[in-house]
């Protein structure tokens, strides 16, 4: 991991990503969230972060599609909304930024719109 300072690089075997697969397929069927050919995911991790593998390859498998954000940050939001992702993965930082935005948004409407919201 490289969010707390300088990345860490761990080579992991082809098995160990294998068995994440079929553990998160597994936990989506449990959960009764299944994948398949109509889902697509939007992908904005590095592509060297392993949930956002693990979340490709589950979805490859399952038949979906990927699309692949524009590179910049600031465009996530319309990638988004070009995409209209059904799986969309994260990490606490992103959810954090989202959260954020929602609240900034929230703090210039009125307290009924707040309170519905």
Not at 90 to 111: C, E, F, I, M
Request: with cysteine; net charge negative; hydrophobic share 40%.
């Amino acid at each position: 991991s490289g969010t707390t300072g300088e990345p860490k690089g761990v080579q992991l075997p082809h098995s160990a990503v294998v068995a994440a697969v079929a553990s998160l397929a597994a936990a989506l069927e449990h959960y009764d969230e299944p994948v398949g050919p109509g889902d697509s995911m939007l992908s904005y991790l590095p592509l060297a972060h392993i949930f956002d593998r693990v979340s490709e390859e589950t979805s490859l498998a399952a038949g979906a599609c990927i699309g692949y954000w524009s590179g910049d940050v600031a465009r996530v939001g319309e990638d988004a909304a070009a995409l209209k992702p059904s799986v969309f993965v994260g990490v606490p930082r992103v959810y954090d930024k989202v959260y954020d935005t929602v609240q900034h948004r929230l703090s210039g409407v009125n307290w009924l719109r707040r309170s519905i919201f």
